[in-house]
């Protein structure tokens, strides 16, 4: 069975009317990064921080997977597929994707303060921003603040380099590391990228095939040109 691997950016998550970071109209035009996504905001005003990320949890729960995530699940019918994504939320999942890399975090997780390791799942969409983890350390979200590494992003590059189809959908390939991930797949390997806008591809060395449409509607289109053969 072939390996397919799906990269995957807030452009699937915004078909089921999750705002993206980088729009116009995106969180970033209501929150600054310094006072929300930084582990000196944290620090600084906990409260403020935790609160952001119990809004960004009820909304994921007020929302529901899309034909983009249906899509990227009914692969696991047809090849070995493996998705990465960008996306905090947990929509992957909850439309039927069995194994999903996130690189920047998920909101259904909270991690120790003390050690990034000790990660615990936290029940329903609110943080007490007082709860402790078992070492005594305040939680705080399992999300990848600007200016942290990405831990999970030799795990990801990893699984790009076993790739016998790579598709990119909703992603701007702006966000750096984890748009380098493109670099690791094997030069031979087909590339298709479903998104409405023009990425940046002119690094990549791979064949590429470009559905210019929202992931709702491109990724169900790859998904039967894929599959009727």
Known sequence: MKKAVVFTGAGVSADSGIPTFRDANGLWANYRIEDVCTPEALARNRNMVIEFYNKRRKEMYEKEPNAGHYAIAELEKYFDTQVITQNVDNMHERAGSTRVTHLHGELTKLRSSADPDLIVGLDGW????????????????????????V?????????????????????????????????????????????????????????????????????????HELTRK
């Not at 797949?185 to 023009?198: A, H, K, N």
């Open 126 to 149: 609110y943080q007490d921003p007082d709860a402790k983890a078992p070492d005594g350390s305040l939680l705080r979200p399992h999300i990848v603040f600007f200016g942290e590494a």
């Open 151 to 223: 831990p999970m992003f030799d795990r990801a590059a990893k699984i790009a380099g076993t790739a016998d189809i790579f598709i990119v959908v909703g992603t701007s390939l702006a966000v750096y590391p984890a748009a380098s991930l493109i670099n690791y797949v094997r030069p031979d390997v087909p590339i298709y990228l479903v998104d409405p806008g023009s990425p940046n591809l002119a690094f990549v060395r791979n064949p590429v095939t470009h559905i210019k449409a929202r992931s709702a509607v491109g990724m169900p289109q790859l998904l």
